[in-house]
């Protein structure tokens, strides 16, 4: 567990890119059973990456992403580890 998650009961995922901030906050809410206070968000953009290879240069990028950070009311918490 973060330290986020244990001291300022915050947790973080990575979401779909379209999805809004009250689509996120109605998912959790019904995947864990818990009440969302706030919901930030992040997009992230893929950045370029380059190799060398016998075959020459290779170019590409990683994929661009959306991160969630989601703050739960009151004394709910989620147990990733519960169903292991």
Not at 57 to 77: C, E, I, P, Q
């Amino acid at each position: 567990m973060t330290d986020q998650g244990e001291k300022l009961n915050r947790y973080g995922f990575i979401v779909d890119r379209r999805a809004n901030k009250l689509e996120i906050k109605k998912a959790v809410e019904q995947m864990y059973n818990v009440t969302v206070e706030d919901v930030n968000t992040v997009n992230y953009h893929g950045k370029r990456r380059s190799r060398y290879t016998k075959a020459g240069l290779l170019r590409g990028r990683s994929n661009h992403f959306k991160k969630a950070y989601v703050t739960l009311a009151g004394d709910d918490k989620i147990d990733f580890y519960a169903n292991i």
